[in-house]
């Protein structure tokens, strides 16, 4: 389990080092953070019920205990959700590309040790 651990964390941290993935960290932080305050005002939900809105809607997961009641809340939500699933979307490829690479590396390292 710990190795698990570990290769998570490698991956991570060459994650971090890609300018794209730290660039899609803070587009989901924004757009995180626009939501909330979005839905606090427009929909007069407390702070705590817009953030779980977000998490909910951006997660894919959609439980369907809140819904936006405005025209403008919906209108928004329709382009929140599609750039949201396109972000969830890049990171997942991003995170892949980099864990495939990583997982190459560890092999390409171990084949060299062998020969040594």
């Known amino acids: 389990m ?9 991956i991570f941290h060459r994650l971090w080092h890609e300018p794209a ?21 427009t929909e007069g939900w407390s702070w705590v019920d817009a953030a779980y809105f977000c ?5 894919t997961v959609g439980y369907g205990d809140f819904t936006p009641v405005t025209q403008f809340g919906r209108l928004y939500t329709i382009f929140y959700i ?28 171990r084949q060299a040790e062998k020969l040594e």
């Not at 190795?3 to 490698?10: E, H, P």
């Not at 599609?82 to 892949?96: H, K, P, R, S, Y």
């Not at 997982?103 to 390409?108: A, E, G, L, S, T």
């Open 2 to 10: 710990l190795m698990a651990f570990v290769g998570l964390y490698r």
């Open 21 to 41: 993935f730290r660039a899609l960290i803070f587009l989901e932080a924004l757009l995180f953070g626009v939501g909330i305050f979005f839905y606090h005002y």
């Open 55 to 59: 998490v909910v809607t951006l997660a």
């Open 82 to 109: 599609i750039i949201g699933v396109a972000l969830l979307g890049v990171f997942i490829q991003l995170a892949g590309k980099t864990a495939y690479e990583t997982m190459q590396d560890n092999i390409q390292r």
